[in-house]
């Protein structure tokens, strides 16, 4: 987890700023490069610990996030930075399509003159930019780009590579993946297979693999935990019982290597709603009226876990994020568990999917808006927050399924895989988490 800021202007204002620097606790380093600015934070996890921004050949590279096929791109990188250099020269202006991660990119291409910056497809990491009269902004969060002047400003979309051309001053966008729509595998064989790699590389590739996940009664962390259970690797899982089904999580718990029940009490609860409230940047949804992850119940319990998972030197949370999205639209057999405004079709998928692809939490809505949850009160804390569930090949391998299959059980592959690995499962039910329930 790391932060980036990019600009032609003066940033001197900028010389301390909490939160980026919260975000990579292994480093601060301001550098120009001509007429450009660069101010990036450090948190070091994969590779040798890499000064950004790194440079090859006159091209200039500033990274947030990891990238987990790097050393098939390059086999001699020295961390997975350098290999975002190496795809960009073999591939061009399209080597976001050849990067296998989550990641926020900025690449300046000094000898022909261009800037590209994307992030992954479904925007994992946050990125704003801004461009006003002769003056570019592009930064992890919003907050210094308006502490610099820029009144403009935009989120990056998900899925989109951004191409300025500083010759003439264009700026053009494309696709990075285009999903295949065709339901005709006819077991769940390859999505279990590609959610258990999801998980293994997320948990293998850094200095020190000492995962932790925040595990509810749910289907998804369940299965995030499961997984991690049959991995040998360093994870410790824990638990706010809050609204949760506390059978469920109990008899998780006997299964786990390393589990941590938590009964939040009401001055924990009123300490860690102070601390979202004065250290997270906001976000606001600008589908969902009235949003903003300081006020979400979830971001208390989460900046509590970060806590005492950073206190074990713990900076790798995985989080289920983006399976409500995917797997069920929040809905279940037909039925919108929240209504209209988080559902498109009541998790009962169409016979033909590009009816509705993409629906709008695919991408965005709760999509964008609970990632930016997770990455903001995380990141608080210098964690980096890894996706399993929004690995684009496990997600391709979901849309394959049959529709009769996906609308089998309730969140259908996960279904499967806990049942299948014999994992305590609260059937055919989604319990929204509430922190400040049951408060002790």
Known sequence: MCSILFTNKNIDKLSDNALLDSRGPDGVNIESIGDYNTRTTLLSLTGEKTKQPVERNGIYVLFNGEIYNYLEI?????????????????YGDDFIKYLDGEFAIILLDINNQKIIFSTDVFKTKPLFYSFETEFIGLSTFETPLKLLGFNNIFRAAPNTCYVIDLKNGSVNSSIIKEFDLNQYKDTFNDWITSFEKSVYKRAIQSKSNKMFIGMSSGYDSGAIACALNKLDVDNKSYSIYASENEQVIDNRGDLLKDFVPIHLSHSDYNYWNNYVQHNCEDFISNQYTGYNIKNDKASVGLAYICDLAIKEDRKIYLSGQGSDEIISDYGIFGRKIYGDQHSTFGGLFPKKLDSCFPWKNFFDGTMEMYIAKEEYVAGSFGIETRYPFLDTQTVQEFLWIDVELKNKYYKSV?????????????INNKIGFQADRNLS
């Open 414 to 426: 996960v279904h499967e895989y806990l049942m299948k690995n014999n994992f305590p499962i609260d």
């Open 74 to 90: 390059d086999k001699t990188s020295k961390s997975d930075s350098y290999s975002i250099i190496t795809a960009y020269e073999k």
